[in-house]
């Protein structure tokens, strides 16, 4: 707090409260929000990010113990792989993606491999602890593709829409949590009722029903990469003064 300024150095008071003003913030929104490119990328971005609110947030730990037969800490052990992976992939996405000067390529790449994932996970639901916690690695890792999605905006708004875009696609980002209700419905939908140490207790197919929500997630982030503009790592005044 005592580094902040209330203003950029060299700026005046006034200059820039007028440039921040309330009907300048309702202008600055319109303007990011007609920009499909910012809607595209975080409604990307939510959808293949879903595995963290339904199994990192809510469901991993109880899947596990009741169809996979994992002990509570081993479960606990397993679901802190999709995070592990995310913490590790989330850097070598965007390095990869800098490197190569695509943006696209690397979130199509990711939905890819996180549906390949998520398939294979729902096949094998009583694979062992050394599997699981794999699997759960490799999920987090794919989806961390959707780190791109911030530079993507970044890129695709002017310097002086950025950070409202980005606002505007982080708010998409996170409206996944939306879906737990959902999440829970579909869990409940088929459940016999059956109880053990007053816990509700799930079948597989029970799990089954709900974790459709993670596959077709991804295939629809795969639609969405169909209508995102590639900025090849190049800013929006760069692409701006090159194609006049």
């Known amino acids: 707090f005592c580094f902040l300024k209330d ?5 005046r008071p006034s200059s820039f409260a007028e440039r921040f003003s309330l009907s300048a913030f309702f202008r600055v929104l319109f303007t990011v929000m007609k920009n499909p490119q910012n809607w595209f990328a975080g409604l990307y971005a939510s959808l293949i990010n879903l595995p963290v609110f339904l199994l990192g947030a809510s469901s991993a730990d109880m899947y596990l113990q009741q169809v996979s037969h994992l002990s509570l800490r081993s479960a606990s052990l397993v679901s802190e792989g999709l995070f592990i992976g995310l913490i590790i992939g989330c850097p070598l996405f965007g390095w990869w993606s ?3 000067q695509k943006r696209k390529f690397p979130m199509v790449v990711g939905a890819v491999l996180s549906l390949i994932v998520i398939v294979v996970m729902m096949s094998a639901p009583e694979a062992s602890f050394v599997t699981q916690l794999i699997l759960f690695f490799l ?12 530079p993507l905006v970044a890129e695709s708004n002017s310097e002086q829409l950025t ?10 980002i ?14 409940n939908r088929h459940w016999s009722h059956k109880m053990i140490g007053g816990v509700p207790w799930y079948s597989l197919s029970d799990f089954h029903h709900a974790f459709m929500m993670m596959p077709i997630a991804f295939l629809l ?9 590639e900025t090849h790592c190049r800013s929006f005044s760069d692409r701006s003064s090159h194609n006049a």
């Open 7 to 11: 203003y950029p150095k060299g700026e």
């Open 221 to 229: 982030s795969l639609l969405v990469t169909c209508f995102l503009k």
């Open 163 to 172: 950070g409202s875009a980005n606002a505007v696609a982080s708010f998409l």
């Open 139 to 150: 999920l987090g890792f794919f989806i961390s593709s959707q780190t791109i999605a911030y």
């Open 98 to 100: 800098d490197k190569i």
């Open 174 to 187: 996170m409206s996944g949590g939306f879906l737990i209700p959902m999440f829970t419905y579909l869990l």
